[in-house]
């Protein structure tokens, strides 16, 4: 593995093989014993062309409990001239001789487009509504460690689909470790033919969410909507926001899951964000630190003696 642009195409033991990494870094983590000599002496610059808290945040933190130097460089998304600008850039972090590179971009193919020019190892950090790998690997490892297997668990993941880059990066990786999984949300925002992606699709909350082990939740992606494809937040949370009684509908203990940033009272409800037992969102964010370890040392490995 050079670069990680896509969960699509990667193989289910590179998949597992990070999972099982990022399963020790977890530990380490919470023990504070982290090995800071493993990536000593590389360079990480992470180059976030849109907004980032959690991915931002965790992909730095990562790179320090790993010894690495980082560096973070926000760039507006106004000021960026996609091709040329993005060429040009790669000839300055080729000039830096950067190791690992953690991309974030509007443009759906943006990292790929990078890693075709840069002598780094490439980490899709999210572009635009095509793939968002680490925060889907991250979310197998909130599942695997609380339900010990992903086979065969019924997932509906629920709300803007047709928007969302953690949707397409879950579909791929969950189908694959033997999921089931389903699409729930209004017709405007379920991307056309998903079924192709081996999703069963549901219009209708507590039809989509009836018996299933894990609700995934998506934040209503307003940015990235040219025309209201709903009518008011308010309609679009009482059909489709999560609150008590449409979860009644899944498994009794089913987990509830959201990448955030949430939009309380739009797509959830607090009282189940936050919900003692069920809510695994605070949990996603651990695991996203110990997943970006995982990934960042697998490529610095790849590229030769880290
Ligand atoms: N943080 C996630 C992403 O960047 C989800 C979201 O923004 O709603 O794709």
Do not use: W
Request: net charge positive; aromatic share 2%.
């Amino acid at each position: 593995m050079r670069h990680l642009l896509a969960i699509q195409g990667l193989p289910p033991s590179a998949v597992t093989a990070l999972l099982d990494l990022a399963e020790s870094y977890v530990l380490l983590n919470r023990t504070g014993k982290t090995p800071r000599d493993r990536l000593r002496g590389r360079t990480l610059i992470n180059l976030f062309f849109e907004d980032s808290t959690r991915t931002r945040t965790s992909f730095e933190l990562a790179g320090k409990r790993l010894g690495a130097d980082v560096i973070t460089m926000t760039v507006a998304t106004s000021s960026v001239n996609k091709g040329e600008t993005l060429l040009d850039t790669a000839a300055t972090l080729n000039a830096m001789n950067c190791d690992l590179l953690v991309v974030r971009h509007a443009v759906s193919g943006a990292p790929a487009l990078l890693a075709q020019k840069v002598d780094a190892a490439v980490v899709n950090a999210g572009d635009g509504t095509h793939e968002h790998p680490t925060q889907a690997l991250l979310d197998a490892l909130t599942l695997r460690r609380r339900r010990g297997t992903l086979d065969n668990l019924v997932v509906a993941i629920c709300g803007d689909v047709l928007h969302s880059r953690v949707a397409r990066s879950n579909i791929h990786l969950l189908t694959a470790l033997g999921a089931r999984v389903r699409v729930v949300g209004p017709p405007t925002l379920i991307p056309p033919a998903v079924e192709r992606l081996g999703v069963a699709v549901f219009h209708d909350m507590a039809a989509g969410l009836d018996g299933a082990d894990v609700v995934m939740m998506l934040r209503l992606q307003q940015e990235r909507m040219a025309r209201g494809l709903v009518p008011s937040a308010r309609e679009y949370f009482r059909f489709y926001g999560l609150d008590a009684a449409k979860l009644a509908r899944a498994r009794p203990g089913a987990l509830v899951m959201h990448p955030g940033p949430m939009n309380r009272g739009v797509e959830i409800a607090s009282e189940i964000a936050d919900h003692p037992t069920q809510s695994v969102i605070r949990e996603q964010v651990e695991m996203g630190v110990a997943v970006r370890m995982a990934v960042l040392d697998m490529l610095a490995r790849a590229g030769g003696d880290a």
